[in-house]
């Protein structure tokens, strides 16, 4: 193919001209919505007889044909009354994230251009690979010659220099190359190099479109097809990459690229590809008729921030994020094409990232995908992808390639990479702006917390306290009518039928339960039956009894829950053992440990919002706290403390800020920084405290999955969290755990639990996802 993109532009098709699309038209009437007209209807059909029906029947076809029309006119309104609501909104919040911005992200005039905050709107995208200063491509191509001549090829030289120059320079190196010596350089490299090397490299030295085009001509050429490849290119690619990439395909191959991505898929995986090579507004034009339709025709013709905030809207409506009804409602390479679609309008790094850490998981390494990748995205937004790659992942984008390649191609990974991150937690400069702005949406945002079990509709306690009594009485328990009932009802309900048990059968529910079944089944039936306050208290007793303590479930319970939650236990624990809970912790725990949790179980944590100027101190305080050696000595114990007192009473919307304040004091994100500096009981204290500011579902996600991790399951844990967050926020812990482990919970519990307590678990759980 050569270096043929000076043909770009002349081969770039006519843009097509912008057609507004048509509103969504709502689903047919029943006939009992049109009201009065069922009376008519039912006089036509008894006069259908007389010589006047026919003329009547028309008359009330014309008349539903109008009612049809001005349902039509109104939902017209309705969609037009809806996009202007959103846009509002839209609107609304980019003003309040341009007020934040400007408040918040004023860099020092001094500082180099490379390092200021970008502004959300209109922000380029960041790569790892620059034009190279003193660029003389006829000295290039002369090196790269000499590289090549003779016996063997100087490959250190030759991925020196084509992955430390920019695409455009590559270009004018492949002409300089062909004016010198008369051939030409792509050739040449396929000639002189092979495998997984060569293809990097040739790789590189293509036009971005043209690379693209070759990919797209490889995944739908021979037996089979590359659905990945193709999901991949056209699910992350904008409208100017799309136009330049139809183009380069013609150019390249003389052929029409839908043609022949439609000649080698079908159904509705063909029709979103074929949407997807158009322009997100043109796209409209093209509609079928059918639900999926709908959702390509929505998904094909609204802006990234429109979709954005309609997926709020989704989640608000539903109840689920737009994910979760993918994976519910579509299959195969259709549900993998939108959820990657749906992926790249949240953010096309996190995307990528994603993409490269399975490319690199497990057995073996899928080369293909990593070289299209680090290759397609080293000059647009390598530097967020190895951003929110090693924040996902607890590892760095260069030290996963470094241990997964070698040789001359992972020297040339490496190289496009263009830095390791695993200084645990350190942001590079700009990534940590990225960093910083993300703070800002996520300050933005509101998630409405939502448990899995809910009060039941038409409660009888009276019916459910016989059903349970029946249930235990005689040779054997039905555990089935124990497990539906218990886990079908709110906490209060429960209260009401353990009372009313009592008052008829003169008997204590709990203790008849403890009698009927038992092991882990027992302890998860009889942890729902308790208050949650009582629970929590019991839970806290339970870890601080008997030889040793278990530190991780004091620190679950105090690092997380709210100044009432906290109040509530102290109550319950004065109640049901006749002691503090401050004095049981004092004589089961020691040193600054015992500190923080005494701190934490006071239930003080502040309810306000931020202080911007205090966040600031507070961010500096754990920066130096953080950076101690560099501290003198005697204002270790003081700054301690001060650290202390900021994670344990300050409030969480200020943390959030103290926590982005950090980052843009000093490239470092507090959590991995606490990681690396702390040890023992304290440091996980406290990484549950910033864990628990960050996302507190993602906290309880992550608590689950090493319940269930490895050989064994640790049943305390997984109870515990599943009784104790069922009516607070299991939804959005579910929702956590899909989105970071790539399986459901309910599917991580089916294959790690059995008999009856399986069965419990997964009616709290609520669901597969």
């Known amino acids: 193919m050569g270096c043929r993109h000076s043909r770009l532009s002349s081969c770039k098709p006519p843009k097509k001209k912008r057609q507004e699309p048509e509103p969504e038209q709502p689903p047919r009437p029943e006939p009992q919505e049109l009201g009065p007209l069922n009376g008519d209807t039912a006089i036509t059909v008894q006069l259908c007889a ?8 028309k008359d009330i076809t014309r008349i539903l044909q109008q009612h049809e029309e001005e349902k039509k006119k109104w939902a017209q309104q309705v969609e037009k009354e809806r996009e202007l609501e959103l846009r509002d909104r839209l609107d609304e919040q980019q003003r309040v994230l341009e007020g934040k911005n400007e408040e918040s992200l004023q860099v020092d005039s001094t500082a180099e251009p490379e390092t200021m905050a970008k502004p959300a709107q209109g922000a380029k995208y960041r790569g790892s690979i620059h034009d190279f200063p003193g660029f003389d491509p006829n000295q290039d191509a002369e090196a790269l010659y000499t590289a090549m001549k003779g016996f063997g090829s100087d490959k250190e030289a030759i991925l020196d220099i084509i992955t430390s120059r920019s695409n455009r320079q590559r270009q004018e190196i492949c002409q300089s190359y062909k004016s010198l010596y008369g051939k030409d350089l792509i050739a040449d490299l396929k000639y002189e190099l092979t495998g997984k090397f060569e293809r990097l490299i040739v790789g590189l030295m293509r036009p ?20 990945k490849c193709l999901i991949e290119i056209l699910a992350s690619r904008t409208n100017e990459q799309m136009h330049q990439l139809v183009a380069a395909y013609k150019d390249a191959y003389e052929r029409d690229l839908e043609a022949d991505i439609i000649g080698d898929t079908s159904g509705h995986f063909q029709k979103m590809l074929v949407v997807l090579l158009q322009d997100l507004y043109e796209a409209g034009e093209l509609k079928w008729g059918t639900d ?22 989704y989640l608000k409506t539903t109840g689920k994020p737009i994910e979760a009804s993918i994976r519910g409602e579509l299959s195969g390479d259709f549900e993998k094409l939108m959820l990657a679609v749906v992926k790249c309008i949240r953010s096309t790094p996190e995307y990528f990232a994603e993409r490269l850490f399975k490319a690199m998981k497990g057995l073996g390494t899928r080369d293909n995908t990593l070289i299209r990748i680090m290759v397609s995205r080293s000059e647009l937004d390598m530097l967020d992808i190895r951003e929110i790659f090693r924040t996902k992942y607890e590892k760095s984008l260069y030290s996963m390639i470094k241990n997964d390649t070698s040789g001359e191609y992972k020297k040339s990974l490496l190289k496009l990479c263009g830095g390791d991150d695993d200084a645990a937690g350190q942001f590079f400069p700009e990534a940590a702006q990225v960093a910083y702005q993300m703070w800002e949406l996520s300050a933005v945002a509101r998630v409405e917390l939502k448990g899995t079990v809910r009060p039941a509709n038409d409660f009888n306690p009276d019916a459910d306290a016989k059903a349970l009594r029946k249930a235990m009485k005689g040779l054997g328990t039905d555990e089935d009518t124990i497990i539906d009932i218990i886990t079908h009802r709110s906490n209060a309900q429960r209260q009401q039928i353990r009372q009313t048990f009592k008052s008829h059968f003169g008997r204590d529910l709990m203790a008849d339960l403890k009698s009927e079944i038992s092991g882990d089944l027992a302890r998860l039936i009889l942890g729902l039956m308790m208050p949650p306050a009582h629970y929590d208290a019991k839970q806290l007793k339970k870890a601080m009894e008997g030889a040793g303590t278990d530190e991780k479930a004091l620190i679950e319970i105090l690092a997380t829950r709210t100044n009432a939650e906290i109040r509530a236990i102290n109550e319950a624990y004065k109640e049901d053992y006749h002691k503090s809970l ?10 600054h440990f015992r500190r923080i949790l ?27 706290i953080l950076e101690i050696a560099d501290t003198p000595s005697g204002d270790k114990k003081s700054l301690e403390t001060r650290f202390m007192t900021i994670l344990c009473t300050r409030s969480y919307p200020h943390l959030r800020r103290v926590f982005q304040e950090f980052i843009k ?3 470092y994100d507090v959590e991995h920084t606490i990681k690396k500096e702390m040890s023992g ?20 996600a992550d608590k689950l999955y090493k319940s269930m991790k490895g050989a064994g399951t640790d049943e305390k844990t997984l109870t515990r969290i599943m009784v104790s967050r069922s009516e607070i926020d ?36 609520g669901g597969e996802d």
């Open 598 to 624: 005494i701190s934490l179980a006071t239930g003080n944590r502040e309810e306000g919002g931020e202080n911007l100027d205090q966040a600031r101190e507070d961010a500096q305080v754990a920066a130096e």
């Open 665 to 667: 004091m000093t490239n």
């Open 292 to 313: 999926e339709a709908q959702f390509i025709y929505i998904l094909g013709n609204r802006s990234k921030q429109h979709l954005r905030l309609v997926f709020d809207e």
């Open 208 to 227: 971005p479109a043209y690379c693209d085009a070759k990919e797209i001509k490889d995944a739908i050429s021979g037996i089979g097809t590359d659905e």
């Open 730 to 765: 299991l939804l959005n812990i579910r929702r956590e755990f899909i989105e970071k482990y790539d399986k459901s919970l309910h599917q991580a519990i089916e294959g790690d639990t059995s008999g009856d307590f399986l069965k419990a678990l997964l009616a709290l759980c």
């Open 50 to 57: 007389s010589e006047e029906a026919e003329q009547h029947q």
């Open 681 to 700: 009981d304290v440091r996980d204290a406290f990484v549950a405290i910033v864990q628990s500011v960050k996302n507190k579902p993602l906290f309880f």
């Open 582 to 591: 401050e004095d049981a912790l004092s004589s089961d725990t020691s040193g």
